[in-house]
């Protein structure tokens, strides 16, 4: 079956760093890929996406490209902030209107 | 805008007991989709509805079920409560517009339950 994998389960940043999310996934179909945040006591929400490989998600300094060749979608920042705290997962969908398929979540703890 | 609604937010039941979970989609949105996340845990796949019919089936136990009603919302009953069952609850709305793919995802605050 499909899979997302995060190698992180937490990353604890100072505000100003650099920041890679690493995200694998695996699938015999052609995905769409995503990023979700998200916050205590709410839903998932979608933080950026990319339907094709080659394509790059972008959002509040975020960005992610969707590499087929090494069937990637890491997350990437160059300057983190406090307010980027939360978790985000990194799904997948395949086909329209298809379940998503999530990571295991890395939460993110920007020290100030 | 209008954001997906979940009711309750909250409910505590004991084991063997029942729920009802409610989703109210975004408006106009046909799709509706059911996941549940444990403590620690992402997100898993229970089940999609598309036009009040099952689209996709996940993990869901045969204690539970769900539909879709014909003004869209979707409600999640679960019997024979277990203490595992105690997890978030949430509810994804979609528009699957004929001949597009890969449209979003929008998820609803959650449904947090706990079995006693």
């Known amino acids: 079956g499909d899979s997302v994998v995060q190698t992180e389960g937490q990353v604890l940043p100072s505000e100003g760093d650099s920041l890679i999310v690493n995200c694998s996934y695996e699938?015999?179909?052609?995905?769409?890929l995503f990023w979700f945040v998200q916050y205590p006591g709410e839903g998932p929400q979608l933080h950026l996406k990319?339907?094709?490989?080659?394509d790059k998600g972008r959002n509040k300094g975020f960005e992610a490209m969707y590499r087929k060749e090494t069937t990637s979608f890491h997350l990437e920042k160059d300057s983190v902030q406090e307010s980027d705290s939360a978790v985000y997962f990194c799904?997948?969908?395949?086909?329209?209107?298809?379940?998503?398929?999530f990571g295991g979540g890395t939460r993110l703890m920007v020290k100030p | 805008a209008a954001g997906v609604i979940q009711s309750p937010r909250h409910l505590i039941k004991e084991k063997r007991e029942t729920a009802t979970l409610k989703c109210y989609p975004i408006?106009?949105?046909?799709?509706v989709y059911w996941y549940q996340q444990g403590p620690g845990q992402d997100p898993q796949f229970l089940i999609s509805?598309?036009?009040?019919?099952?689209?996709d089936k996940g993990s869901i136990p045969d204690r539970f079920s769900a539909q879709q009603f014909s003004d869209y919302h979707s409600e999640l009953n679960m019997s024979s409560l277990e203490l595992g069952d105690s997890a978030l609850y949430f509810c994804?709305?979609?528009?699957?517009?004929?001949?597009?793919?890969?449209?979003?995802?929008?998820f609803g605050p959650g449904t947090r339950l706990l079995v006693l």
């Open positions: 994804a709305s979609s528009l699957r517009l004929a001949g597009k793919n890969r449209e979003t995802q929008y």
């Open positions: 699938t015999t179909q052609y995905p769409s």
């Open positions: 990319a339907m094709k490989a080659n």
């Open positions: 799904a997948l969908s395949i086909n329209a209107g298809n379940m998503l398929t």
């Open positions: 408006p106009r949105h046909d799709t």
């Open positions: 509805f598309y036009e009040k019919m099952q689209s």
